[in-house]
């Protein structure tokens, strides 16, 4: 099993504090927060050691699990891994690009593992019909958040969009041509609701919409490609999928068919892909396990994490 430990125990912190804790992957051997007293009222709650600093947390493990605000993330990966530790980054990877370009440089140097928490990877709506997505020429999504102060020190871009910004890179295999986009700051000194339209080189167009200053909660994400619908609810873990195919020639009394001004007939069907029950953020962390102990590569390399946060501040500079 790997020693790990955990730093920053806030929300997250706390989730993956537990989740390693039970994993049986991983040997959780304690956390770092900076603040004394949630690091005492955690420790005496659940038993969790509080190391007393930074160092001696990273000199105690195989792997470091940094969960602290993203300004913190360069730092403590840097010190990590050049200590040879791998390290688990929640997104985004960093503040810069330059910083994540700087992390993946000393990775290799070192010669260490890293994954970023780009969570929504594992979701298992995502999961079930990644597979189906095969060339998306038009890709819609909506990431709408009821306001918590939590995650207000960055962009809603880098908070809540980012999410789709890496989902978004996964499917399309084409490098980014432009990017326009627009921002409004409501209750934040940085903007509280942002919408992008990112044009890819093999004409893919996506529209990305994040608000964490909405009424209500919803992260939908639909995919258009030929002969194909594919819709994901990250929130709901529902999907639809809406498939077409030449027509029969012979058809059935409930056959869905349409002809279009050609005179080409085809008919639509809809497919139920089964959505397995999981719990994501456990699942990211021990396939990053499985990745250090079989030398293969994680799910989600420090270098997509990289590209993620690159597309992310190309939307930020356009506002």
Do not use: W
Request: hydrophobic share 40%.
């Amino acid at each position: 099993m790997l020693k790990a430990g955990v730093l920053g125990a806030g929300h997250l912190g706390k989730i993956h504090l537990n989740l390693l804790n039970h994993s049986k992957k991983y040997n959780l051997v304690g956390f770092y927060d900076p603040i004394k007293e949630n690091a005492a009222k955690i420790e005496a709650e659940f038993g969790y050691k509080s190391f007393d600093s930074i160092q001696e947390l990273i000199d105690a493990v195989d792997v470091v699990d940094i969960v602290t605000p993203t300004l913190s993330h360069f730092d403590c990966a840097k010190e990590a891994i050049e200590k040879g530790k791998h390290v688990f980054i929640e997104k985004p990877i960093t503040k810069t690009v330059e910083e994540a370009e700087t992390i993946i440089e000393l990775s290799k140097k070192h010669n260490v593992k890293g994954q970023v928490g780009h969570v929504e990877r594992f979701n298992p709506a995502f999961t079930a019909v990644k597979d189906l997505i095969t060339n998306p020429m038009f890709i819609e999504t909506h990431r709408l958040a009821e306001f918590n102060s939590r995650g207000t020190d960055v962009p809603v871009v880098l908070d809540l969009m980012i999410h789709d910004i890496d989902i978004i890179l996964s499917v399309v295999k084409s490098k980014v041509k432009s990017v326009n986009a627009s921002g409004v700051s409501i209750i934040s000194d940085t903007p509280d609701i942002a919408n992008a339209r990112i044009e890819f080189e093999n004409g893919c167009v996506a529209n990305l919409t994040a608000s964490r200053i909405s009424l209500k909660n919803m992260r939908k994400t639909r995919f258009f490609q030929r002969d194909a619908y594919i819709a994901v609810d990250f929130f709901e873990k529902a999907t639809e999928v809406v498939r077409m195919k030449d027509a029969p020639k012979v058809q059935g009394d409930f056959d869905l068919v349409l002809q279009n001004a050609e005179g080409v007939k085809k008919q639509i069907y809809f497919e139920n892909p089964i959505i397995a029950s999981n719990n994501a953020i456990l699942d990211e962390l021990e396939t990053f396990a499985d990745a250090i102990n079989n030398n293969t590569t994680p799910i989600v390399t420090l270098e997509q994490g990289a590209e993620s946060l690159r597309v992310a501040h190309m939307i930020i500079n356009d506002f």
